[in-house]
């Protein structure tokens, strides 16, 4: 089995930065394509970034785009989300998730369906 476990949430106002990280164990896989999702209260779960194995193909949700970078260490099996200039409105639980086989289209990417293995996410609420 695989765990993907998320960290670096917090409270924060307006204008601030965050970085999340997320940490996979357990079986011994390529990760071939990893992501980030959000979730709101009483709201679908949302795409916001993916990178595949080799960081060569990086996808970013178009409102979050210029604002945040995903990032992958391979070898130690870490994805990061580095979260610049928050606004309100990127209030969420921030999901990682991850897939074993490469996901095609690029646009693709974005859809959670396509990922089989998922943290429990962490919190990230931000101020006006």
């Known amino acids: 089995q695989v765990e993907l476990v998320e960290s670096g949430g917090g409270l924060v106002q307006a204008g601030d930065s965050l970085r999340l990280s997320c940490a996979a164990s357990?079986?011994?896989?390529?990760?071939?394509?990893m992501a980030w999702f959000r979730q709101a209260p009483g709201k679908e779960r949302e795409f916001v970034a993916a990178?595949?194995?080799?960081?060569?193909?990086?996808y970013y949700d178009d409102s979050v785009k210029g604002r945040f970078i995903i990032s992958r260490d391979n070898n130690n099996k870490m994805a990061y989300l580095q979260m610049n200039s928050l606004k309100p409105e990127d209030t969420a639980l921030y999901l990682c998730?991850?897939?074993?086989?490469?996901?095609?289209?690029?646009?693709?990417?974005?859809?959670?369906?396509?990922?089989?293995?998922w943290g429990r996410g962490t919190q990230v609420t931000v101020s006006s």
């Open positions: 357990g079986r011994t896989f390529t990760m071939t394509v």
């Open positions: 998730a991850a897939a074993t086989v490469n996901i095609h289209p690029e646009q693709a990417m974005g859809n959670k369906v396509h990922y089989p293995y």
């Open positions: 990178i595949r194995y080799n960081s060569g193909i990086i």
